[in-house]
């Protein structure tokens, strides 16, 4: 018995590392947030689940801004500090279990919202533009402003075929904001 006990405490071991492996492959190690494969796989299956009754879904690409700088100027350690504030302030901005965050790149982010507004997802982003705004990210006994762009909009069910055109007609929005400055 106690041989037997010895096997379930291994098969439970293995799957517990099994279960952690999975979790890894999901998400960003720095951030904690979704990482890209997660969300290539969750939301084009959110967007069709909206396109089926033709439904609700925003997306809001944040870009930080001058991060390149950031970098240069402050070393990577900083640059990750502020990847690691940024995805707090999402996650203490966006709470519904549907929502997914995601970082998808060195410093863009995405959120898809379903069920959400345009209307809704902009107010949304200003939080967040606020919030970083209200609380700067503190490195080492330094204050580190940063500010983020961001893109907002939903599928558009007479022009957008693919999620992944609502993607790129949302990015471009966010593209646009940083050149505008």
């Known amino acids: 018995s ?7 405490a291994t ?4 799957m517990r590392s099994r279960a952690e492996i ?5 998400v960003d190690a720095l ?11 969750v939301y084009p299956k959110a967007w069709h689940q909206a396109a089926r009754s033709k439904g609700d879904i925003a997306l809001i690409v944040f870009d930080l801004d001058h991060f390149k700088a950031l970098n240069d100027g402050h070393g990577h350690l900083a640059g990750d500090a502020c990847l690691q504030h940024f995805a707090r302030i999402l996650e203490g901005c966006f709470r519904r279990e549907v ?16 069920s959400t507004t345009t209307r809704d997802a902009e107010r949304l982003a200003e939080t967040v533009r606020a919030e ?3 609380m700067p ?8 402003p940063m500010t983020v762009s961001a893109g907002v909009g939903s599928a558009d069910w007479t022009d957008d075929a693919t999620p992944a055109s609502t993607f790129a007609r949302v990015d471009s929005v966010c593209y646009a904001a940083k050149m505008a400055g």
């Open 11 to 14: 098969e439970l071991a293995l």
């Open 31 to 41: 951030t904690g947030l979704a990482n890209r494969r997660e969300y290539d796989n």
């Open 22 to 26: 999975e979790r890894m492959t999901r």
């Open 132 to 134: 970083l705004e209200r």
């Open 99 to 114: 929502d997914l965050l995601a970082r998808i790149g060195g410093e863009e982010f995405v959120v898809v919202l379903p």
């Open 137 to 144: 990210c503190e490195w080492q006994g330094r204050t580190l």
């Open 2 to 8: 106690q041989e037997y006990d010895q096997q379930i």
